[in-house]
């Protein structure tokens, strides 16, 4: 194996968590387990290490080392590559400052105002595990010792959010580390029907009501004692702190802590404050700007989020939460399922997708159709980062058109196709992207409310070696008997894959006051029927015949308000065209101009308003401002603000 082969065949052990003498030159990386997911993080090692910034679109899962390497040559020489882009992590001056959101993080947090359209109090990812052979007499302290562990452990573990939308970490020698948030219900004497009625209601409220890092921490951990010498343990993370591996390092190194008070953890080196520094540099770079250029090029020919069957007006709807369908696949399912896909040369995410699409398409009637996915969009800038809690969680839009006329195999490959597009652009998030594609369609309504989210591959493998079985004084950990539950603002449909003990979840998240119960049952039979089909060789030569488009799908764009043009009027006017000229960096603003034309978006305008209701000692709520967010309106608002003051 030549010095390069070997190279990226020891990228491959790292990324796959396997051996690296398994790997020789003829072995492909889908067979090896290689997914969708891992070959974003095998791209981001080749430009680190080679120097070498190859497309997503050019490495597919079917490549072997050979074949790779081959293409890595290739680019080198002839210099059709552009270089990776020069960020690194480095230490804060002061731990202490507040610094920036992330996207992802700014669109959750805004969520969580109750202004926008599919807005949620709280978003939040809930689950809880059953425990066995719990020591009930020492359960409670031991676990309440590990939350405080874990919290020095993790600095996002002792995060806030301020109102403007800014966070910051507490020091370790804060109040709340020595006294963490858990709560206790002891149900030990109670009936086996009072006990499940009782985790039944801890479920709904902990899944309905999330933690709220503005007022407190980003999560929360209850500890039911039921008879019998069982346990489960309840935890709720707010996704503004924490994404879905987060949760698992969560439950890892919390009952890992619990378990023995002597417990070490590996110190980090760095903690989510550097990596969101170093995140912040990266938009500056010319390999951002060239990501965003590619992205823009195509905001005028990007199709719509589908077009479901709804029974309510999103923009009328305060949901509860979200409802939940899954399918459980056995272990043996599951692998039959992931070596039919290896043999089509699909992963199985893409195959998942295009499952997805196609039964959306024939629910909508269109085959061009704009879906939102969650990536675990951790870069690799310092081998500490698949250890931290922290948001790292990145949303990517994916424009897909389905073949009129194709088998389900070759559907599939165009998905994949499409995707992995999509994803060689992924320095710019979906959410940035979402925000070009508001501001030309000139709406405030939700562009991604669709999603699919894949986290099946070998990234979870790392994070399972860790596990256990016993944890102490906590007992036996049962991780085929758990519950979970997701409530994520400005989304009406999820679906997620994910393993779980060895096998796979499929599962659909939706806003149920927005649809009939029963078109619900036919999608997710549909999926779920798709899914399991795909174990069988001959479903994939099945002809999967799809509604003609012969017009691009346009998004109505909204009403503009009624605003003569001109030079601002009066006092309040010009104060707040002030305000405008200043966020943007403009000499002048019109009085019918519309702040999210202007380039603004919705974090900017929670700041906005908090600084003119501040500097007026008034209040303006995001909703009324929505409503017509144009500066003589604005204005208007802040008049009658300061009018009706007593």
């Known amino acids: 194996m030549t010095t390069g082969n070997a190279q990226l065949a020891q990228i491959w052990a790292e990324v ?83 610094f920036e959101l992330l996207p992802l993080q700014q669109a959750y947090f805004v969520g969580q105002q109750g202004a926008w359209e599919l807005s949620h109090d709280s978003a939040h990812y809930y689950i809880d595990f059953a425990l066995s052979e719990v020591d009930d007499e020492f359960a409670a302290e031991a676990l309440e010792d590990g939350l405080r562990q874990l919290m020095v452990h993790q600095p996002m573990l002792r995060a806030r959010i301020s109102a403007d939308g800014r966070q910051y970490v507490l020091s370790i020698d804060d109040p709340s580390v020595d006294s963490p948030p858990l709560q206790v219900h002891d149900l030990r004497t109670a009936s086996a029907v009072e006990a499940d009625a009782a985790v039944e209601s801890i479920r709904d409220e902990m899944s309905s009501v999330g933690p709220d890092p503005r007022h407190g921490p980003g999560f929360a951990v209850r500890l039911s004692l039921l008879p019998g010498a069982r346990a489960r343990v309840h935890i709720a993370l707010n996704l503004a702190l924490a994404d879905g591996w987060s949760a698992r390092i969560f439950m890892r190194d919390l009952l890992t802590l619990s378990a023995d008070a002597n417990a070490m953890l590996p110190p980090m080196l760095t903690d989510f404050r550097d990596y969101v520094d170093a995140m912040h540099r990266l938009r500056a770079t010319p390999e951002w700007q060239q990501d965003f250029d590619w992205w823009r090029q195509r905001l005028d020919t990007m199709p719509v989020a589908p077009a479901l069957p709804l029974v309510a007006d999103p923009g009328e709807v305060m949901a509860k939460g979200m409802g939940l369908r899954e399918r459980r696949f056995e272990p043996a399912q599951w692998t039959a399922l992931k070596e039919t896909c290896a043999r089509q040369g699909v992963t199985p995410s893409a195959a998942f997708t295009a499952v997805y699409a196609i ?113 102490g004084p906590l007992g036996v950990l049962d991780e085929q008997d758990h519950h979970n539950r997701i409530r994520t603002p400005q989304v009406m449909l999820e679906l997620r894959a994910y393993e779980a003990s060895g096998g796979l ?58 605003v003569r043009p001109g030079s601002p009027q009066g006092g309040v006017e010009q104060e707040v065209a002030a305000v405008w000229a200043e966020i943007f960096t403009l000499s002048s603003v019109d009085r019918a101009a519309d702040f999210f034309q202007l380039g603004g978006d919705s974090l900017m305008a929670i700041r906005m308003l908090r600084r003119l209701g501040r500097d007026r000692d008034v209040a303006i709520s995001p909703s009324a401002f929505l409503r017509s967010p144009v500066l003589a309106d604005l204005a208007a608002l802040l008049d009658a603000a300061g009018a009706a003051r007593p």
């Open 505 to 562: 979840v499929l599962s659909l998240a939706s806003i149920d006051e927005l649809f009939d119960e029963e078109v619900l049952d036919e999608l997710f039979g549909e999926l779920s029927g798709g899914v399991t089909g795909l174990v069988q060789e001959v479903a994939w030569s099945r002809l999967v015949v799809l509604p003609h488009d012969d017009d691009l799908a346009e998004s109505p764009r909204e009403a503009v308000a009624d």
């Open 16 to 98: 796959l968590d396997v051996n690296v003498a398994e790997i020789g030159e003829d072995v492909t990386f889908l067979s090896l387990g290689g997914d969708s997911l891992l070959i974003v993080r095998v791209a981001t090692l080749i430009r680190q290490r080679l120097g070498i910034r190859l497309a997503i679109t050019q490495i597919q899962p079917t490549h072997t080392v050979a074949e790779l390497g081959e293409l890595v040559r290739r680019s080198g020489a002839t210099g059709s590559v552009r270089q990776s882009p020069q960020i690194r992590l480095s230490r804060r001056q002061d731990p202490a400052a507040p």
């Open 359 to 471: 039964t959306l398409a024939k629910l909508t009637g269109s085959r061009r159709l704009l879906i939102n996915t969650l990536q675990a969009n951790r870069h690799p800038l310092h081998p500490d980062v698949d250890r931290m809690i922290g948001a790292f969680s990145s949303t990517a839009l994916i424009p897909i058109e389905l073949p009129e006329r194709a088998e389900v195999a070759q559907t599939a490959k165009a998905v994949a196709e499409q995707m992995t597009e999509a994803l060689s652009h992924n320095l710019v998030s979906g959410v940035e992207v979402a925000r070009e594609l508001a501001r030309r369609r000139g709406t405030r309504r939700p562009i991604g409310p669709v999603v699919m989210q894949s986290a099946v591959g070998g990234m979870m493998a790392v994070l399972d070696e860790g596990m256990q079985a016993d944890y």
